[in-house]
């Protein structure tokens, strides 16, 4: 603890990135948040960053590290950081989950932040958790094995993180407001970007592009964040396989496979092996859509013309490239397809990486995701409604302090504690002919109280209601084991049987696929206040987000920990409240 506090570097022999330089695990950091000029597809503008880098800088750390990151806000907004998929353990303090775990740092204060890693190992990610600030504001968390460990892969010649985002001409508060104003879809994006760049098939690219040079023979270890606000997608190398490894900070058996399929919150760590002739490939993402045959309604922010953002592969060595890499083919996307891929994943399960899915289950959660309407209130709207959105019909407003700090302290009236583990109205969720006819949720800031060591099921239940979308939906402060995915009503007699008890994904972010349900469990033994959410902003925004409070167990190692001295303070009005 003691030695963490002081600014020690480390140099990692042996891990270097493309670009040649020597990553630097620092248990130390400084994080400012500013606001900084950048251009992209010829527009230039301001926008917040930490440390003026865009993406933000890279963490390193080891398992099992206490790493400490003093947020200094030196922007016009209010600004919280989240660790996203380090469980935090017993510390919620650090969590920075705006209203949530703490009040936003607001302008010219500053917050020192402890991100303590414990069982995570693989790739996760920062990013703030204060409105739409994310969109702009994420870096990535890559957690080596600790020295006397190795990788349960032969270890690679280089790491390499690459950085899924977007990218808006527009600032990014203009966005998030006219959203709120019109009350539907935000508007379209303008570039898909890959570690910051949207590639050459972008306007104004050809130098705003990710490059990276590779030497033939050897396995490169990427490491990929999805930091996307919206969309899952489809990544792919052209002629090349890779083999997945880890998912969400957590190893996975080797899965090879010709593409990616990532939802917003996921990290995935796969391996490439450069096995190919020499020459220039392109790597490419684009979304995921819903395949040609189905024709319903779509809103501008699922354009099927977006151009897909592009990287190049370059073998390094002596031969003529050719005029244009090879592009990847793109599969046809089916709902399917995005169970297809999570089910596949599966964790080592072994003597090393033993996995403990809880068995007896006390905590039977059934939650119903849907979008909502409500009628509304201001004449901004685009139409006499505007989308909401729910889990089990609540939708979750916003206190005007955070939960924790009213949990910690006793105050009333800032939440419920009577989150419903069932929905309160049941009807056919998946049947296509209710369509549209999307429902009124009711408002609440309720939360769901844990007993420590709960085990806990949760059945994801999707619904039609809106057309239905899937839900990447990601939990704070725990992982949770994936044990299946499928079409239709969630049967209890046909697809318990099918669940994965052997070895299911420890996973902190799970998509719950349109048309269908997921099936996930934890235990409770992380006391604390924690977010579950959906990971398309527009969806956490419209209300599908609830917390869960975990109790303190009755020995000392089971309690929470006390906040530290320079919490922020909860007396400025939050911003992003509008309702
Ligand atoms: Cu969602």
């Known amino acids: 603890m003691i030695s963490a506090m002081k600014f020690i570097l480390l140099f990692l022999s042996g891990i270097v990135l493309h670009l040649g330089i020597t990553p630097v695990q620092a248990l130390l950091h400084r994080f400012e948040v500013r606001r900084s ?21 890279t963490i390193y750390a080891r398992r099992g590290d206490l790493v400490t990151v003093d947020i200094v806000n030196l922007s016009d907004r209010n600004i919280t950081i989240h660790w996203h998929g380090v469980k935090m353990p017993r510390y919620p303090w650090s969590d920075g989950t705006n209203l949530v775990t703490m009040c936003p740092i607001t302008p010219g204060n500053k917050f020192r932040q402890r991100m303590i890693l414990s069982d995570e190992e693989g790739t996760l990610f920062w990013h703030a958790h204060s409105d739409w600030s994310r969109a702009t504001v994420y870096g990535a968390i890559i957690i080596l094995p600790p020295t006397t460990e190795s990788y349960p892969f032969p270890k690679p010649h280089a790491q390499i993180p690459i950085l899924l985002g977007l990218w808006w001409n527009d600032d990014i508060d203009e966005v998030y407001q006219n959203f709120i104003a019109e009350g539907r879809d935000p508007a379209a994006v303008d570039a898909f970007l890959m570690n910051g760049q949207p590639g050459d098939l972008y306007p104004c690219s050809t130098q705003d592009t990710f490059r990276l040079k590779v030497e033939t023979g050897k396995t490169y270890h990427i490491r990929m964040v999805s930091a996307l606000m919206h969309f899952i997608v489809f990544f792919k190398i052209a002629g090349h396989n890779v083999t997945v490894v880890g998912a969400d900070g957590s190893y996975t058996k080797p899965l090879n496979t010709d593409y990616i399929l990532i939802g917003p919150g996921q990290t995935i760590d796969f391996l490439l092996e450069t096995n190919q002739p020499p020459s220039h490939y392109y790597m490419a993402y684009k979304i995921y859509t819903r395949g040609s045959n189905d024709t319903t309604p779509r809103s501008p922010l699922f354009r099927s013309d977006y151009v897909p953002s592009t990287g190049i592969l370059e073998y390094v060595g002596n031969y003529t490239p050719p005029p244009s890499p090879l592009f990847p083919p793109f599969p046809e996307a089916w709902p399917s397809t995005t169970i297809y891929f999570s089910n596949k994943l599966r964790s080592l399960a072994n003597d090393k990486h033993p996995i403990d899915v809880p068995i007896n289950i006390t905590e039977k959660l059934f939650f119903v995701l849907s979008i909502n309407l409500w009628p509304c209130r201001a004449n901004s709207c685009l139409e006499s409604d505007r989308f909401l959105a729910s889990i089990n019909n609540v939708s979750m407003i916003m206190p005007e302090t955070s939960v924790l700090e009213a949990y910690y302290k006793g105050i009333k009236g800032v939440f419920t504690p009577n989150f419903p583990d069932h929905p309160e109205r049941v009807f056919n969720f998946t049947y296509v002919s209710l369509g549209q006819n999307a429902s009124h949720p009711r408002f609440a800031t309720a939360v769901y109280m844990l007993d420590y060591n709960a085990t806990v099921e949760i059945v994801f239940q999707n619904t039609i209601l809106g057309n ?23 049967d209890e007699a046909r697809d318990r049987l099918n669940l994965n008890l052997v070895d299911p994904p420890f996973m902190d972010t799970v998509i719950v696929p349109r048309f269908g349900w997921t099936v996930v469990r934890f235990k409770a033994s992380n006391p604390g206040v924690w977010y579950m959410h959906c990971h398309y902003d527009r969806h956490q925004s419209w209300g599908m987000k609830m917390v869960f409070i975990v109790k303190d167990g009755d020995r000392p190692e089971e309690k929470m920990l006390p906040p530290p001295q320079d919490m922020p303070r909860c007396d400025t009005p939050p911003l992003d409240y509008y309702y």
Do not use: A, E, W
């Open 37 to 57: 000029l950048h251009t992209r597809l010829c527009t230039t503008k301001s926008m917040l960053t930490v440390n003026g880098q865009f993406p933000g800088p």
């Open 468 to 490: 239905g979308l899937d839900h990447p939906i990601h939990i704070h402060g725990y992982s949770f084991y994936h044990l299946g995915s499928g079409l239709g009503n969630f």
